[in-house]
C-alpha cells in the first residue's frame, strides 16, 4: 500500500481493493533488491552501483581517518538524563572493573566495590550554553546502596572497561534470553563519554558511545545477519559511507550518528554476528563515492519493485543524481526454491465501502468525511509509483475531496489542506482499530510510510509516542491545540480529572462533588464529581479539591490506585524518598508491581514533582494495558487496550 495503483469502485460494488508493494522510502539500495541481486551472483561493489547510478566504491582511508579515526561518536539516546547506570554484565562477557577517567586532570579511577558506577549531575553553579559551568559527581554504587562520590568536577567524564567485559548502559527495562535488557544497550568496545550540556533550560548530558566505525558496523542491526555475505558487504559498505557524511556533516557537534532510525540502528554487542563482522572487516575503508565526495548512501526495507528518487519524495530534501527512479525485479527475487522471500514485494487490501467511509470520517487529525465513498482515483503517479506525492481524489456522496503529499498546500503545515498523507494514516489507523485492536494485523496496511503524528511535538523515537497516539485515538485528550500535545507541560489536577474519567468512558455521577472551589457547569465539574463519588479523591482539604494546582506524582499514582480498586499490594523499597507511612505508599508499590512506574531514577521516585502531560499519557497507556492490575470485581474502564 505504499505504492497503490488507482483503484476504483463502481456504485454497486462493496469492496475497494488496495494493491501496490514496498516498506520505507524507497530511496537509495533496497535492502531485499541487494539480497536478490546476491543471490544471482553479483558482488557488493556492482549492488551499490545499481542503486546509486554514477557513482564509485572507493578506498576513503584518508578521509575515514580524518573525521572518525578517533572513532565514530554515537548517540545512545536522543534524551538527556540527568544519571546514567553502568555496570558490567556478566551475562555476556568477562567480569571486569570500570575505570573512570576525568579530562585526565586526575589518575583514572577503578570501581573495586562493584562493578557498577553512576554519573550523577550536581548542583547547577553556573549557566552556560555550552555546559561548563554545570557541576557533575561521580558515584559508585557500594555493597548495600551506600555510595561513595570521587569528586565533583566541570568536565567531560569518559567512561572505559576490561577487556572481554560488557557493559549495560542505563536501567534494567526488561530481560531476553535469560539476559537482562539495558535502556541504552550492550556494549564490548569503545569508551562512553558524557557530554554535560545546559540547552533551553535543560540539564544533562549526551550519553556518547566512541568506537572504531569497522566495530561500529559489527553493531548495526539494519540487515539480518544470516543474509548472503555479498548482500551483507553492500550493507556494511553502505552504512560505512552514511555514517562519515553523517560526520563529516556534524563535524562540530557533539556526536556524529543517532543509534536509531533518525540514522542508523546501533544496536551494540546484542547485533554482532560472524556474517556482520566479517562485512565490515572484509570492506573496510570502503565507500560509495560520487564528484570527489563520500555521498549520503540512503537505503530501506524494500522498494516494492521501483527505487523512489530524491526528487519525488519531499522528505529528503534536494534532489540528487544519485538517487533515481528505476525498476528494480530483484526486490522480488525468489529464494532458491522459487518461493518469494520478500513479504512487502507485492500486497492487496480489500475493504468494504461501509469500513471506508467510516474510517475516513472518523479520523480526527483532518476532515476527510466525503459520507459514502464512491469511487477513488489515484493520479499523477511518480514513474515509482508512490502515493506519497501523487493526486488522490476521493468521490463521495456528500462531497468530493481532493488530497494530495506532505505538503500539498505549497507550504510547510502538515495537516493544512488538502492533508496530504492524512488519508493513507486515516485508513491504516481505522483498518488497525477494526481488525487487530490497535495492532497490526495481515489484514492492516503494515508501510512505515503510514506512521503518521497528529502532534507536530511528539516524534516516533519519544517514550510517549504511542501513549499520546493512543490517547487520541480514544478521545482522552485532544491536545493543546490544533497541531500540539504539549508532552512537557504540567497537569493540573482538573485536567487529570478529564483524562481519567474520559478514560472510564465518561460515566456520570449522581451527587454534585460539594468543592466550594469547582463550581457548577464548568468543564471539570462533572469529571470531579464522579472521582469523589466513586472514592478516587477526597479533595485537598474538606471543601477544595485545587483544581489548578499541578498533580505530582504522588497524588497520580493513589488516583490511579484507587481506580484500580486499591488492590493487595506488597510493601516496596525500591525508592528511597517513599517512606512506609505516607498516603502514596502503597500506590507507589503497586505501580512499581505492574510495571506502571520505572521511578525517576533507579532509587527515587520524585513523589511531589509536578507530572507532566507526556509522562501522565505513558502512566494511563501502561496501566490501560494491565487488567490483572485491578482488584478482583472492580470495574475495567471501557477504553482498556487489553479486556
Request: with cysteine; net charge negative.
Amino acid at each position: 500500500m505504499a505504492s497503490p495503483a488507482q483503484v476504483a469502485a463502481q456504485e454497486d460494488e462493496t469492496t475497494i481493493l488496495f494493491e501496490g508493494g514496498g516498506w520505507g522510502h524507497g530511496v537509495g539500495m533496497s535492502q531485499h533488491g541487494a539480497l536478490g541481486r546476491a543471490e544471482s551472483g553479483v558482488v557488493a561493489e556492482d549492488i551499490l552501483g545499481f542503486y546509486f547510478e554514477g557513482t564509485t566504491v572507493e578506498d576513503r582511508s584518508d578521509t575515514i581517518a580524518e573525521y572518525v579515526g578517533e572513532g565514530i561518536r554515537v548517540n545512545l539516546g536522543q534524551d538527556r538524563p540527568d544519571e546514567i547506570r553502568i555496570t558490567i554484565d556478566e551475562t555476556r562477557g568477562a567480569p571486569g572493573t570500570l575505570t573512570v577517567d576525568i579530562d585526565q586532570k586526575n589518575p583514572p579511577t577503578e570501581t573495586t566495590a562493584s562493578n557498577t558506577v553512576y554519573l550523577r549531575q550536581g548542583m547547577q553553579v553556573g549557566d552556560s550554553a555550552d555546559g561548563s559551568l554545570d557541576t557533575w559527581k561521580w558515584v559508585q554504587e557500594l555493597d548495600g546502596g551506600s555510595d561513595s562520590c570521587y569528586g565533583c568536577v566541570d568536565d567531560t567524564p569518559v567512561v572505559t572497561w576490561s577487556e572481554g567485559s560488557v557493559v549495560g548502559i542505563g536501567e534494567i527495562i526488561g530481560s531476553s534470553g535469560g539476559k537482562p535488557v539495558f535502556e541504552y544497550g550492550t556494549h564490548d568496545v569503545g569508551a562512553l563519554h558524557f557530554v554535560s550540556r545546559d540547552v533551553d533550560n535543560i540539564d544533562g548530558a549526551f550519553v556518547v558511545l566512541v568506537l572504531p566505525i569497522d566495530d561500529y558496523l559489527h553493531g548495526l542491526a539494519e540487515m539480518p545477519s544470516s543474509w548472503h555475505p555479498e548482500a551483507l558487504r553492500a550493507q556494511a559498505i553502505a552504512g560505512r559511507s552514511y555514517a562519515v557524511h553523517r560526520a563529516i556533516d556534524r563535524e562540530t557537534s557533539d556526536f556524529d550518528v543517532y543509534n536509531s532510525v533518525q540514522d542508523q540502528v546501533y544496536a551494540g554487542f546484542d547485533a554482532k554476528s560472524e556474517g556482520r563482522i566479517a562485512a565490515a572487516d572484509s570492506s573496510s575503508n570502503l565507500v560509495v563515492t560520487a564528484d570527489d565526495q563520500i555521498i549520503q548512501t540512503f537505503y530501506s526495507s524494500s522498494n516494492g519493485g521501483y527505487t523512489e528518487s530524491t526528487e519525488n519524495s519531499s522528505a529528503f530534501g534536494t534532489a540528487e543524481p544519485w538517487h533515481v527512479s528505476k525498476p528494480d525485479p530483484f526486490d522480488a527475487a525468489p529464494d532458491e526454491n522459487g518461493d518469494p522471500q520478500n513479504p512487502f514485494a507485492f500486497r492487496q487490501f480489500e475493504f468494504t465501502v461501509e469500513e471506508l467511509s467510516r474510517w475516513l470520517a472518523e479520523y480526527s487529525s483532518a476532515d476527510l468525511d466525503v459520507g459514502t465513498v464512491v469511487k477513488i482515483t489515484v493520479d499523477d503517479l511518480p514513474p515509482s509509483g508512490r502515493i506519497t506525492n501523487a493526486l488522490v481524489t476521493i468521490v463521495g456522496t456528500n462531497r468530493t475531496l481532493e488530497v494530495r503529499g506532505f505538503f500539498g498546500d505549497g507550504g510547510t503545515n502538515l495537516d493544512g489542506p488538502p492533508f496530504g498523507l492524512r488519508f493513507q494514516a486515516a485508513i491504516q489507523r481505522g483498518c488497525q482499530d477494526d481488525y487487530g485492536g490497535g495492532g497490526l494485523t495481515s489484514n492492516c496496511p503494515s508501510s512505515s510510510n503510514f506512521r503518521v503524528a497528529r502532534f507536530v511535538d511528539i516524534a516516533p523515537d519519544d517514550y510517549f509516542f504511542d501513549p499520546v497516539l493512543w490517547m487520541a485515538d480514544e478521545s482522552i485528550t485532544q491536545g493543546v491545540g490544533p497541531n500540539e500535545f504539549g508532552p512537557s507541560l504540567q497537569v493540573t489536577r482538573s485536567q487529570f480529572a478529564a483524562f481519567v474519567h474520559r478514560f472510564a468512558g465518561e460515566p456520570e455521577p449522581v451527587e454534585p462533588n460539594g468543592f466550594e472551589d469547582v463550581p457548577e457547569g464548568t468543564w471539570y465539574d462533572v469529571p470531579i464529581s464522579w472521582m469523589k463519588e466513586n472514592g478516587i479523591t477526597t479533595g485537598t482539604s474538606p471543601s477544595t479539591f485545587s483544581p489548578f494546582a499541578p498533580v505530582t506524582r504522588g497524588q497520580l499514582a493513589t488516583f490511579l490506585y484507587r481506580l484500580a480498586g486499591e488492590p493487595a499490594v506488597e510493601p516496596s523499597e525500591q525508592f528511597e524518598d517513599v517512606p512506609s507511612d505516607q498516603f502514596y505508599t502503597d500506590a507507589v508499590a503497586w505501580m512499581v508491581e505492574f510495571g506502571i512506574t520505572t521511578g525517576t531514577s533507579a532509587a527515587t521516585f520524585s513523589p511531589t514533582d509536578a507530572v507532566t502531560r507526556g509522562q501522565t499519557a505513558t502512566f494511563v497507556y501502561r496501566l490501560a494495558g494491565i487488567p490483572e492490575a485491578f482488584a478482583e470485581g472492580t470495574e475495567l474502564p471501557t477504553k482498556m487496550r487489553v479486556g
